[in-house]
Structure formats: structure tokens, C-alpha cells
Nanobody, 123 residues
């Protein structure tokens, strides 16, 4: 599975951004795809995930109600719509894929990573 992230940028607090992750590879349909983020000096933390073939979604408590993860199967793309952004959302955002939602959310040996995209939220 290959993952290509895009859509980062700079926005003021309260604004919105949408990240995209284009997935390719024969096994993508058996994966859970998600987003992580890493702020300067901090570890990589789970943000959100979605099953490629089912409706289940998962969110970190810090983004529930503000971020929405979705997928467009026909375009092999996963989106992260980020609304009501806060300065503490500033980080490099990474898309990731794994066969297990538990493994992915715990970041325990995630199978695949995309490159990061910077999100900066100013106050």
C-alpha cells in the first residue's frame, strides 16, 4: 500500500482545512486508514481512522465533534475535514494504513505510512 498525503496549510483559529490521502495497492480494500499527527517535541498521536470497506470510524477525544474522516472509494482517497481548528492542532499530519483498527489506533507497528503534511493554526 502506498499513501500520498496532501492538503496541509496555514489557517487562523476557528478556520477549516481538508486533508487528503490517496491510497494505492492491491490490498488497500482490506485496510483501516487513518490520520496521526506529531507536534514539535511530542510523540505521534492518533487522530482518526476509517475502515476502507465499512462504516466504522474512530476518533481521538481531542478532535471529536470537530474533525470528520471519510473515504471516496472510487477515488481511493481518504479525507480528514478539520473544522474549528485550534492552535494546539498545529502539527505534521500523517496518513497511515493497517489491517487492524486496534493496532493502528495504538500505533503499535503500523504497516504503512505516508509522508507528512504540515498544518499550522495561528491564534
Amino acid at each position: 500500500v502506498q499513501l500520498q498525503a496532501s492538503g496541509g496549510g496555514s489557517v487562523q483559529a476557528g478556520g477549516s482545512l481538508r486533508l487528503s490521502c490517496a491510497a494505492s495497492g492491491r490490498t488497500v480494500s482490506r485496510k483501516v486508514l487513518g490520520w496521526f499527527r506529531q507536534a514539535p517535541g511530542k510523540g505521534r498521536e492518533f487522530v482518526a481512522a476509517v475502515h476502507w470497506t465499512g462504516p466504522n470510524t474512530y476518533y481521538a477525544d481531542t478532535v471529536k465533534g470537530r474533525f470528520t474522516i471519510s473515504r471516496a472509494s472510487s477515488w481511493n482517497t481518504v479525507y480528514l475535514q478539520m473544522n474549528s481548528l485550534k492552535p494546539e492542532d498545529t502539527a505534521v499530519y500523517y496518513c497511515a494504513a493497517d489491517g487492524s483498527p486496534t493496532t493502528l489506533m495504538a500505533n503499535r507497528g503500523v504497516d504503512y505510512w505516508g509522508q507528512g503534511t504540515q498544518v499550522t493554526v495561528s491564534s
